[in-house]
């Protein structure tokens, strides 16, 4: 479904991820383990199109999307949802989850839709539905970002980070409707470094160590690997 | 974000007070300073939508004003076609020139698009000045006529004119609040947020920048057009730097990124540089520090200060209520356990 072949992204001189070979099958649920800085974020960034890729190619579903524009790229439906759980702090949470439907903005009755839906998969999000996004607590705020990626119906989700800054209680949530996103049928490459958590519930993993990719194997494997124990697990 | 519906009273009597005021105080003085205060308005309004709602701090308006007062100007004098065709070419004129910058300019952003626009805006000033076998150079243009009868309607007396750019303020403030209560006017505001943001979640940033240049240019040309027929004369000074700080003082003591910032920041300041008039350039030493004063305390204007002391008191209000209620309950558990116990 997604591939990247021997992709590079640079800054200027510093180059963030070198010759990276990833892909994804339709239906996965996919990790990228590795420290801050590691370059998942940018290999994300390569992919939604904020970042243009100084070599290699990117393909989705059969056809070259590297170079194209974000928001044509969000057509397509691969949906990016960012790091630290941007959000447009004076909106209201309704009004957050209508433009992650901003594609769709035509289809009046496929949004009211997909907006039902996130406030059955979030209730929390429909008790709240009139507060300003700002207003709400750390968990809240991840499940909007989620939420909002939803609203666009995508085909694949890149999760950046879901579970950074919020209560390991909360975390467990988190991934369990990670999961649950991922059996209704969405296609997800979720970036983490809580590993064991992130290895539970997915297929395969590839580990980052500085802008490359050192390992990579289904779960099992990564588990059982002793760099990935020693490095994510403490054990 | 401020309903309509919330400020239902503040509406309504902004608007009596504008439709019966030339009958309270019928001065011929006052007329044409509030005449000019609503033309001004108009601009602010262009330029709030970009700088206010998407973030994009534009020094060109000044330019684009006097695009939209030439192209009319000369439409009238030169052509003479029918005033009211001329006033909507003036404002297709203006966009256009609009798009063609906007083009350009919004390639780069925050600081760089300001500097790149005050450039923008000095050039205009500069062709007009120079230009003198089309726009009559320093001279300027005179004996620009007044609107054309609509019907019985005629636009001879100051009175007429008045009610035609209160019609035009009107107007432009209804299509500014759908704009901005609308998705489109959440896209700009999703894009003065983070534009990275915007992307991501699908928003052609590009394509939404542009369109919010072209309708901030189309007001600013059509308050220009109103300066042209009202004023009857234009120089090459009403498209000069000084122009564009007038305007952006109007909209940040009144509220950048407000809805009712325009009126109020324009209102004010006109009135109060009027009765400082005695002082003459003194005024300056005046509004100097206020202005300071009050960018530091107030960022988002005197309306934005409203909006947030308004908040605190509703959001106060909650609470007391909250605890009221809190109260209430834990005597009713008392009552129930001495029951019990009894």
Request: hydrophobic share 45%; with cysteine.
């Amino acid at each position: 479904m997604l591939e990247l072949s021997n992709v590079s992204v640079k800054y200027g001189g510093f180059s963030a991820v070198q010759n990276i070979d990833i892909h994804v099958e339709k239906g996965e649920l996919v990790v990228l383990l590795g420290s801050n800085g590691a370059g998942k974020s940018t290999t994300f960034n390569a992919i939604s199109g904020l970042q243009k890729p100084s070599t290699g190619t990117i393909t989705f579903e059969g056809s070259p999307i590297h170079g194209k524009a974000p928001d044509k790229i969000v057509q397509s439906g691969i949906v990016q949802c960012a790091e630290d759980r941007k959000l447009f702090p004076q909106m209201t949470v309704k009004e957050n989850l209508i433009m992650g439907g901003y594609v769709h903005r035509r289809k009046r009755k496929q949004v009211n839709r997909s907006l039902e839906e996130a406030f059955e998969l979030f209730p929390i999000l429909y008790e709240k539905k009139d507060d300003a996004a700002g207003s709400l607590s750390g968990g809240q705020q991840q499940m909007l970002a989620i939420g909002r990626a939803l609203m666009s119906k995508p085909k694949l989700m890149l999760l950046d980070e879901p579970s950074i800054g919020l209560a390991p209680l909360i975390v467990e949530q988190m991934f369990e409707v990670i999961q649950k996103i991922n059996k209704d049928g969405t296609t997800v490459l979720l970036a983490e470094q809580n590993a064991f958590a992130a290895l539970k519930i997915a297929d395969r993993g590839y580990v980052y160590e500085s802008g490359s990719i050192v390992v990579k194997g289904s779960s099992d494997e990564l588990l059982a690997n002793d760099t990935v124990r020693k490095a994510y697990i403490g054990a | 974000m401020g309903s309509l519906l919330k400020n239902r009273g503040w509406v309504i009597g902004a608007l009596a007070v504008a439709i019966l005021f030339p009958f309270v105080l019928p001065n011929a003085y006052f007329l044409h300073i509030l005449t000019l205060a609503f033309i001004w308005m108009i601009a602010v309004y262009g330029l709030n939508l970009l700088a206010g709602y998407t973030g994009y701090l534009s020094l060109a308006h000044a330019g684009f004003f006097a695009i939209g007062a030439y192209a009319l100007g000369l439409l009238t004098v030169k052509t003479e076609i029918n005033y009211w065709l001329a006033l909507v070419l003036a404002c297709l004129i203006t966009s256009a020139i609009g798009a063609v910058v906007g083009l350009v300019a919004l390639r780069t952003r925050e600081h760089f698009f300001a500097i790149y626009t005050l450039c923008v805006g000095y050039i205009i000033y500069l062709v007009i000045d120079k230009w003198d076998g089309l726009t009559g150079g320093v001279r300027g243009l005179i004996g620009i006529p007044v609107p054309s009868n609509i019907g019985p309607l005629s636009f001879e007396t100051p009175l007429s004119q008045y009610y035609l750019v209160l019609f035009f303020l009107i107007f432009t403030v209804l299509v500014m609040y759908r704009i901005v209560h609308s998705l489109t006017g959440r896209t700009f505001i999703a894009i003065r947020n983070s534009e990275d943001l915007a992307q991501t979640i699908g928003i052609s940033t590009m394509k939404n920048k542009l369109l919010v240049f072209v309708l901030s240019t189309f007001f600013a040309g059509l308050a220009g057009a109103l300066y042209a027929s009202f004023i009857r004369f234009i120089g090459p000074d009403i498209g000069y730097i000084t122009i564009i700080f007038d305007l952006l003082t109007y909209l940040l003591v009144g509220g950048i990124g407000t809805l009712a910032g325009p009126i109020v920041g324009t209102f004010l300041i006109v009135a109060v540089s009027q009765s400082l008039q005695f002082l003459q350039d003194y005024r300056m030493l005046i509004f100097g520090p206020l202005l300071t004063l009050l960018i530091i305390f107030y960022p988002r204007g005197i309306v934005g200060a409203y909006y947030d002391w308004r908040m605190k008191h509703t959001a106060k209000k909650v609470k007391r209520t909250r605890k009221e209620q809190r109260y209430f309950e834990s005597e009713t558990v008392d009552a129930e356990k001495k029951v019990k116990e009894g």
